[in-house]
């Protein structure tokens, strides 16, 4: 079983080192602690966690431990991996909230009677000034600054703060602290997993095998799925949320969530993609909302879109259009064609004529990446967000 279980781990991954060293532990039956770090940056995880959440529950039916580790020390530092800018640094207390929607969310996959959940300031915490230097002895600062994301800021000439830079270090020493044999993540996450290899054969010990996956993009089909940005599809959302964000991801996506995050077998999953754009979408929403929230809520969110939007003859097609400020509802309606002038936008308004997502808006409506903004009976428009 072992082979095969490394087989399909392989077809998943986009990724693998040392493949024949993973390979031949997993053939041999060794038990092994496998990593996944989670930053509790916002409270919310989202669709896109569910490639590595649902890697996990493989090695978890495997029979080996699911180390867990909720970043409420690094997440202080905010991880620079894939970002143009400095992250904002979050207090305590909200980490602390953050952390605390986790778990529940945890459960909707795995089986938290089987997962070992850790803190990282469990260590991190407590490690003194002359720690942290030894630590930091472990590598150069030309290893940190070859990394991606820091190049880059360096050649644009964008700043990089002194902090940014012990993050790799933090996550890395995670791994020694729990003794590591895997650690799996997001491809954007390489350089960290690889990082933690050098670090855990410097204070000698065996380095941990990693295996990197796709990243999810969005719903505005551009930048990866990001608690940090407004184009997330959250767990715990409401299913008519889910349903209706899914529906709003564009239609090159639709086979890219399917083999990722549907949960279906890969035969339901080729009938699925062997049906109209639309038809298959919606089944990949209908599946979203039952594996998080189950079949009758499922039902009732498919009820409700067919309501809001097929009912009202909505366009099988509808153009999108980028706004400067999705707050400003008068704004947009300008923006976008729908009305002449603000004037002309706020007596649409008044007048009922102008819905989101099929509901009646008021001059407080608020807008978000996907949603379609309707002027009148037939002036549609997809809000995009950047």
Known sequence: MSRE?????????VEVHVQEHLRARLERGDRLRVKLGLDPTAPDLHVGHLVVLDTLKMFQDEGHTVVVIIGDYTGLIGDPSGRSVTRPMLSEQEIARNAETYFKQLDMVLDRSKIEVRHNSEWLASLTAADILRLMAKA??????????????????TP??????????????????????????????????LFGREIQK??????????????????DGVQKMSKSLPNYIGLTEPPEQIYGKTMSIPDSLTEKYMRLVSGLDRKVQDEVLAMKPRDA??????????????EDAAKRAEDDFDTKFR??????????QVVTNA??????????GLAKSRGDARRLIDQGGVRINGEKAGLDGALHDGDVLQAGKRSFVRIRVR
């Open 140 to 157: 150069t600062l030309q290893q940190v600054l070859q990394r991606e994301d820091f190049a880059d800021r360096i050649k644009a000439g």
């Open 160 to 193: 990089i703060s002194a902090h940014e830079i012990l993050y790799p270090f933090n996550q890395a020493y995670d791994s020694v602290a729990i003794k590591s044999d895997v650690e799996i993540g997001g491809t954007d996450q390489l350089f960290n997993l």
């Open 311 to 320: 009912q009202r003859e909505r366009p099988a097609e509808i153009p999108e």
């Open 281 to 294: 979408k919606a089944a990949l929403a209908r599946q979203l909302v039952r594996r998080l929230h189950g």
């Open 202 to 219: 410097a204070y000698g010990q065996e380095p941990q095998d990693i295996a990197v996956f796709p990243l999810v993009e969005g719903t």
């Open 327 to 336: 707050a400003d509802l008068l704004g947009v309606l300008v923006e976008t």
């Open 5 to 13: 279980f490394f087989q399909l781990l392989r077809e998943r991954a």
